[in-house]
């Protein structure tokens, strides 16, 4: 069973880091690409960030472009995202999203607040 | 980028009606589209990929059809579990777009 678990969530002040955490099974993680998706609270989907199954493209979103890193483990079956100079607008729930777009893990909340 | 545009915004509707939901792209996505359902506190759930391709698992009631900038969702028969939020989102280019979603609720 494909299961995909993101932690690292947390309240935090504005200005501040924060690591999130993707932990995958059930599928050859090394095989696939993978997104970040945010989701701040009431609101849509806003894709974030790709890395391809190998490392060698990454992509942003201009909305974090400079302050957001991902990258990943395959030995660990692992991605993550750094995120550094936390904005309030990046309250979100963050999710990690295979290429094939069709499993999703239930996400990590980023809530970032004075 | 590419800006994707939903409407309606809302729509209220009976279990057992036909429902057709747009989506609108600002510049060609060829057929590199897709359609999620969101229902409260869950992820999304890919529904159609390709433009009119049904993801693994999801019922033929789901339809999609359409090429370049003009795409439809198409539930040819409410249940229940489909009153929920819908966004499309487009794979042609990044940054990669989603729409900002209709929301299917129940009249």
């Known amino acids: 069973e494909v299961q995909l678990v993101e932690s690292g969530g947390d309240l935090v002040q504005p200005g501040t880091s924060l690591r999130l955490s993707c932990a995958a099974s059930?599928?050859?993680?090394?095989?696939?690409?993978i997104n970040w998706v945010r989701q701040a609270p009431g609101k849509g989907l806003e894709w974030i960030s790709y890395?391809?199954?190998?490392?060698?493209?990454?992509q942003y979103a201009d909305s974090v472009k400079g302050r957001f890193t991902t990258y990943r483990d395959n030995a660990r079956y692992s991605l993550y995202l750094q995120m550094n100079s936390l904005r309030a607008e990046d309250t979100a729930v963050y999710y990690c999203?295979?290429?094939?777009?069709?499993?999703w893990g239930q996400g990590t909340l980023v809530t970032v607040s004075s | 980028e590419i800006v994707l545009t939903q409407s309606p915004v809302t729509l209220s509707l009976s279990p057992g009606e036909r429902v057709t939901l747009s989506c609108r792209a600002s510049q060609s996505v060829r057929s590199f589209l897709a359609w999620y359902r969101q229902k409260p506190g869950q992820p999304p759930r890919l529904l159609i990929y390709d433009a009119s391709t049904r993801a693994t698992g999801i019922p033929a009631r789901f339809s999609g059809s359409g090429s370049g900038t003009d795409f439809t969702l198409t539930i040819s028969r409410l249940e229940p579990e489909d009153f929920a939020i819908y966004y499309c989102q487009q794979r042609r280019s990044w940054p990669l777009t989603f729409g900002g979603g209709t929301r299917v609720e129940i009249k």
């Open positions: 999203v295979p290429g094939t777009w069709n499993y």
């Open positions: 890395i391809s199954a190998d490392s060698d493209s990454i």
């Open positions: 059930g599928f050859d993680f090394d095989e696939y690409d």
